[in-house]
């Protein structure tokens, strides 16, 4: 069977008169029939646009072409329509919810396969079967924005597996949703690449693929290939080009727990709780809103039940459990945005005592999307207008000065200029860190801070953290499905699950 | 009694059909024509419809309050030239007698009560009607049919439907972003642009992404070559409810003067 997708010397940056490529004559060829190739590289370092660019999205979407040819299953991509080019390849991307145009999965598998031509006498038959293969069919007619980020993402496979295309582009399929979910998708995957297509995966969470991929290829700066045929078997010997290339390495992460347990040495109030749960019990509902009269209606479903906890001031402590299970939404419930039963304490005092804007003053939280919480267009602007909303009467120089040194400490002050848009998850996340401490608060929640993130990325973020607890006495409390991130970085841990709340080794 | 639901019916059709009706009544100033309508619609809606009556409670609130203060304004303001200025006691000093009458009765005793029934009773019959199609049509069916019966090109028919099945999610989002807010103490009200300006930051970069999943899922937007699941079709009965709809309403027109 000849290649599925072949590129040959492809040159793409997204302006034509840029400098940079993000593509730089990238040459690359995945054989056909029946195997997992799994394509991994740094943040940033272009792998997301290749696939876009395989995909033919690009440029059609966007973006330049300057030369090379990319051919699916032999033919110029260019020359295929959409609904052509479907048979050969279609892609399932990061983000769950954006994407589908129907309200429910049948609808959306309907559409899948108007587009291709298929008759509609057979469609019924296909979605039986693709729903019973992937396992959705209890699914089938849900409203889709009601399902869980991982059952979005088994609903995207079954829309793909229903087209029959010979090879499935994943790009970061499981960047928003928690292990076992993920898991899950990689053994349907198996069952996908055994009836005989092809599968690409873009990801840099190695351990979840390393048993299933035929084949693992890293790719460098400007999505040039750096090593093929790398496989289960002789990985061993590619430990240092990992490395370099900031990637996530099965093993590496002992070494990491060792040297980042040295460097947390505490300063003289730590081990005093700065937060404290008693007798905690937190509803279901809906966060932020509140019913008509302002009072909640509870909906009778508990998402967390009597729960003791303390969160030693001056350190990191993690909360692990898995999706859906009510993370988020207790800490709302901390920052007074969710009703809660029980007592909730920070630095000691009653959080029902004290006005808004006091808690606020002691406890600032980074959500998942941090692009949520920017309020200006300039990223030094942010940062100086969250100082000026803390103290109304900073003269502008100082506040200047501030933001510059805030922001220099953080390794933004080359992106200064720039919109938060702009910058990558990674930064987005350091600036809303920033913004979010600038009136001096104490505590800080971060709900999933390195989700998506390669080693690099992630390091960086928690590193800044770790200086700030260090060497200011910040207390750190931060959501995580990742187990690898809390036994590198935390110095206590709960697991929340089964609406308990239990301390767990880090 | 299932055939006889109003969501059979061809949406494009009933779309026309009560498009013919608004305009028809606007020839008239009939108001028992306007209450026969509004009370007809009402009654299609509760029994053969799917429509919950809870909803269509809801949803008539505002309607009847719009009513209402159109009912006021036409009592107080909508008179016809000529007539006494009821309330003006500056230009009738000789009747001081008469003030000592609440002014709604004096006004209620006026002309002017015909003109605003005629007004309130217009706008609860356009309620209804637009209630009438509202409750019982799926968005999605109407923009199928759009597609089908009126030639929309599938680009925008099936961009809509994108678009209209991301509402949950912009909602959603702009609780978020209300919520980062207020813990950033950053007060924005109820009516405030900023949180719907980051929201709205955030959506373009949502359109793009969902354009390119539904792209690289064979969907081109020329319809060339694209097979239907179902085609709404426009039948025998689909006609017959449209002609019945504008007779009963011409017939109306005839006899009820």
């Not at chain 1, 980042?260 to 937060?275: L, Q």
């Not at chain 1, 200047?400 to 953080?410: G, I, T």
């Not at chain 2, 020839?27 to 809870?54: D, K, P």
């Not at chain 2, 009126?150 to 972003?177: Q, S, T, W």
């Amino acid at each position: 069977m000849g290649p599925i997708l072949s590129m040959s010397d492809v040159v793409f940056r997204f302006f034509e008169q840029g400098k940079r490529n993000v593509l730089d004559h990238v040459s690359l060829e995945i054989e056909g029939g029946g195997r997992i190739t799994l394509l991994m590289g740094g943040s940033g370092c272009g792998k997301s646009t290749l696939a876009a660019v395989a995909a033919g999205l690009y440029p059609e979407n966007g973006g330049f072409l300057e030369g090379g040819t990319i051919k699916l299953g032999g033919i110029p991509v260019a020359e295929l329509a959409p609904s052509r080019r479907a048979a050969f390849l279609t892609e399932m991307f990061q983000n769950p919810d954006l994407q589908f145009c129907m309200d429910t999965l049948r609808g959306e598998m309907r559409f899948c396969m108007e587009n291709i031509g298929v008759p509609p006498s057979e469609m019924d038959g296909r979605i039986r079967r693709a729903a019973e293969e992937m396992g959705v069919a209890p699914l089938l007619d849900r409203p889709l924005y009601t399902l869980s980020g991982g059952e979005k993402q088994r609903s995207t496979l079954a829309c793909l597996f229903v087209m029959e295309s010979r090879c499935l582009l994943l790009d970061e399929p499981f960047a928003n949703i928690d292990r076992a979910a993920a898991a899950r998708i990689v053994r349907l995957l198996h069952r996908v690449r055994d009836g005989g297509r092809s599968i690409i995966v873009v990801d840099h969470q190695l351990d979840l693929w390393l048993d299933a991929a035929d084949e693992i290829i890293i790719l460098g700066e400007g999505a040039r290939v750096l090593q093929r045929g790398i496989t289960r078997e002789n990985i061993g010997q590619y430990v240092r080009l990992f490395d370099e290339q900031g990637l996530f390495f099965p093993e590496a992460e002992e070494a990491k727990t060792a040297s980042t347990r040295r460097f947390s040495h505490h300063r003289g109030e730590d081990g005093k709780p700065a937060v404290q749960f008693e007798g905690l019990s937190v509803p279901q509902g809906t966060p932020g809103r509140r019913g008509f009269l302002g009072g909640h209606t509870p909906s009778g479903e508990w998402l967390l039940r009597d729960a003791d906890a303390s969160f030693p001031a001056g350190r990191m402590t993690a909360v692990l459990g898995p999706s859906g299970s009510g993370k988020t939404t207790t800490f709302l419930a901390a920052l007074s945005q969710h009703p809660y039963e029980g007592t909730i304490r920070v630095l000691g005092t009653d959080i029902r005592r004290m006005r808004r804007r006091e808690l606020y003053r002691r406890v600032g939280i980074v959500f998942q999307n941090p692009a949520n919480q920017f309020i200006t267009q300039n990223v030094a602007e942010e940062v100086r207008e969250s100082l000026r909303v803390w103290e109304k009467g900073l003269m502008a120089a100082e506040c200047e000065a501030r933001a510059e040194e805030q922001l220099e400490a953080f390794g933004l002050r080359p992106y200064r200029r720039f919109s938060p848009y702009m910058l990558s998850q990674g930064q987005q996340r350091r600036l809303a860190v920033l913004s979010v401490l600038a009136g001096g608060q104490r505590v800080l929640f971060l709900d999933e801070p390195t989700y998506g993130q390669d080693r690099r990325s992630t390091d960086s973020i928690m590193e800044a953290l770790r200086r700030k607890v260090s060497e200011e006495g910040l207390t750190v409390i931060f959501i995580t499905h990742d187990r690898r991130l809390v036994r590198a970085w935390a110095d206590k841990a709960y697991l929340l699950e089964d609406k308990k709340l239990m301390e767990a080794a880090p | 009694m299932s055939g006889l639901k109003l969501e059979r019916l061809n949406p494009s059709v009933k779309a026309a059909t009560v498009l013919t009706c608004v305009v028809l009544l606007s020839f008239q100033y009939l108001i028992t024509l306007n209450l026969a309508v509004f009370i007809a619609a009402l009654l299609l809606l509760m029994f053969f419809s799917e429509a919950r009556w809870g909803r269509l409670a809801a949803l008539l609130v505002p309607a009847l309050i719009g009513a209402f203060g159109l009912f006021l304004m036409g009592l107080y303001y909508a008179r016809a030239p000529g007539d006494l200025p009821a309330g003006n006691d500056a230009v009738l000093p000789g009747l001081a007698h008469v003030t000592l009458m609440p002014y709604a009765v004096r006004a209620a005793l006026s002309r002017n009560l015909t003109a605003a029934l005629q007004l309130a009773t217009r706008l609860l019959a356009y309620a209804g009607l637009g209630l009438l199609f509202s409750l019982s049509t799926r968005g999605e069916d109407f923009v199928l049919s759009l597609m089908h019966q009126c030639r929309l090109p599938p680009k925008f028919a099936y961009g809509i439907l994108a678009a209209f099945n991301l509402m949950p999610n912009m909602a959603r989002e702009l609780r978020n972003v209300r919520t980062a807010f207020a813990v950033r103490n950053i007060h924005a009200g109820i009516f405030s642009l900023k949180p719907a300006f980051t929201m709205l930051v955030n959506s373009v970069r949502w359109s793009e992404a969902i354009a390119m999943a539904m792209e690289s899922r064979g969907f081109d937007g020329s319809g060339a070559g694209r097979t239907y699941y179902t085609v709404p079709s426009v039948r025998w009965y689909d006609v017959a409810f449209a002609l019945a709809c504008a007779g009963l309403i011409l017939c109306g027109m005839a006899f009820l003067t």
